[in-house]
């Protein structure tokens, strides 16, 4: 089963069409003469903490390329958000996710009464978004599957197993198969600007988001910070769900762009699938807590068509009764091709 299903998402992947990228210079697009897209992978993991415990866990591939025109039912849903309704031209996304969660201790086979369940999801995300040297405005859509289904017990074991780590005891206990669907909405605006081409600065921007669905539902808003050597117009590296990610987008160019980065965030929750159990029957949760923050800090790297991130996370406790609060890192290697 664990085969068909990786075929299945390398098959959606190839699938994607390819769009040539056009210039409208009210919108600031790229140009570019070749039929290309950008490529971006993601990995999450609390392993870069030295942790095995809650967020365990997040894989990303997005493949994002320019249209004239996103598809008909997503232009749709973006025109009913500020800042798409004169947009020219839309960045169309398409990304596949798998995420994992466990308890803080793997190795008991008993249901935790007092801590989150274990549970993963997988999901197709579809965006669309605007981008422009002051600000950038982004409409996702996400359809998935949590439980079973989404195979965390066989894709943990398999790589505990390959890395000798402990074997997860309890995925008996997982959340129920349940489908997802959310839409979200993000905001970014640069408020500072002290940057210029092939020179030293630093900018300051201010952001805020809006999810909805049966798996999240909260609103989001933080600041971020960045530092460094001719800074590229883009709003930070993505970042998985809950977290509103970054821009994403990068241009392709023959200087290279360096910079570090700060930022914190804060939201107010009010559903965690990942947390409260499912929604109709099947496994119940914990206690989720109704406003967590987080602070996370990185560096990216910028030359030609290829791009690497790293952030690190510092979240605070997510349930009632949680142990501690969490960190954990995410490394990002995008290009375009």
Same mark, same amino acid.
Do not use: C
């Given at each position: 089963?664990?085969?068909?299903?990786?075929?299945?998402?390398?098959?959606?992947?190839?699938?994607?069409?390819?769009?040539?990228?056009?210039?409208?210079?009210?919108?600031?697009?790229?140009?570019?003469?070749?039929?290309?897209?950008?490529?971006?992978?993601?990995?999450?993991?609390?392993?870069?903490? @030295?942790? =095995? *415990?809650?967020?365990?866990?997040?894989?990303?591939?997005?493949?994002? %390329? !320019?249209? &004239? /025109?996103?598809?008909?039912?997503?232009?749709?849903?973006?025109?009913?958000?500020?800042?798409?309704?004169?947009?020219?031209?839309?960045?169309?996304?398409?990304?596949?996710?798998?995420?994992?969660?466990?308890?803080?201790?793997?190795?008991?086979?008993?249901?935790?009464?007092?801590?989150?369940?274990?549970?993963?999801?997988?999901?197709?995300?579809?965006?669309?978004?605007?981008?422009?040297?002051? @600000?950038? =405005? *982004?409409?996702?859509?996400?359809?998935?599957?949590?439980?079973?289904? %989404? !195979?965390? &017990? /066989?894709?943990?074991?398999?790589?505990?197993?390959?890395?000798?780590?402990?074997?997860?005891?309890?995925?008996?206990?997982?959340?129920?198969?349940?489908?997802?669907?959310?839409?979200?909405?993000?905001?970014?605006?640069?408020?500072?600007?002290?940057?210029?081409?092939?020179?030293?600065?630093?900018?300051?921007?201010?952001?805020?988001?809006?999810?909805?669905?049966?798996?999240?539902?909260?609103?989001?808003?933080?600041?971020?910070?960045?530092?460094?050597?001719?800074?590229?117009?883009?709003?930070?590296?993505?970042?998985?769900?809950?977290?509103?990610?970054?821009?994403?987008?990068?241009?392709?160019?023959?200087?290279?762009?360096?910079?570090?980065?700060?930022?914190?965030?804060?939201?107010?929750?009010?559903?965690?699938?990942?947390?409260?159990?499912?929604?109709?029957?099947?496994?119940?949760?914990?206690?989720?807590?109704?406003?967590?923050?987080?602070?996370?800090?990185?560096?990216?790297?910028?030359?030609?068509?290829?791009?690497?991130?790293?952030?690190?996370?510092?979240?605070?406790?997510?349930?009632?009764?949680?142990?501690?609060?969490?960190?954990?890192?995410?490394?990002?290697?995008?290009?375009?091709?």
């Amino acid at each position: 089963m664990l085969k068909q299903w990786i075929g299945l998402l390398t098959t959606a992947a190839l699938l994607v069409p390819s769009w040539s990228i056009a210039q409208h210079a009210n919108d600031g697009l790229l140009i570019t003469e070749n039929d290309e897209s950008l490529w971006i992978i993601e990995y999450e993991n609390d392993v870069f903490a @030295g942790q =095995d *415990r809650y967020y365990t866990s997040g894989v990303r591939a997005t493949r994002i %390329a !320019l249209a &004239r /025109e996103a598809p008909s039912w997503l232009e749709s849903v973006a025109n009913r958000f500020p800042g798409f309704s004169e947009a020219t031209a839309l960045p169309y996304a398409l990304s596949i996710s798998h995420n994992m969660f466990t308890p803080a201790d793997i190795e008991n086979p008993a249901f935790p009464p007092d801590d989150r369940p274990y549970a993963a999801w997988f999901q197709l995300g579809f965006s669309t978004g605007t981008l422009h040297p002051r @600000g950038a =405005d *982004r409409v996702r859509v996400g359809l998935g599957i949590v439980g079973p289904a %989404a !195979l965390g &017990r /066989e894709i943990q074991t398999n790589v505990h197993r390959l890395i000798g780590s402990p074997k997860p005891r309890g995925w008996g206990s997982q959340l129920k198969n349940e489908p997802t669907l959310s839409v979200g909405y993000d905001r970014f605006r640069r408020v500072i600007d002290r940057s210029q081409p092939q020179q030293f600065g630093f900018d300051v921007s201010l952001l805020a988001g809006a999810t909805a669905g049966n798996a999240l539902t909260h609103l989001t808003g933080g600041s971020f910070l960045r530092v460094g050597q001719n800074l590229p117009d883009d709003f930070g590296p993505p970042r998985i769900t809950p977290a509103v990610s970054g821009s994403g987008f990068f241009r392709p160019g023959t200087e290279r762009s360096f910079y570090a980065f700060v930022g914190t965030e804060a939201r107010l929750v009010g559903r965690d699938l990942f947390i409260e159990g499912n929604t109709i029957g099947g496994r119940d949760g914990v206690d989720a807590r109704r406003i967590v923050g987080e602070m996370y800090a990185g560096v990216v790297y910028t030359h030609n068509r290829l791009r690497l991130a790293y952030t690190h996370v510092w979240r605070n406790r997510e349930f009632e009764g949680q142990l501690d609060s969490q960190d954990y890192g995410a490394f990002v290697f995008s290009f375009w091709w």
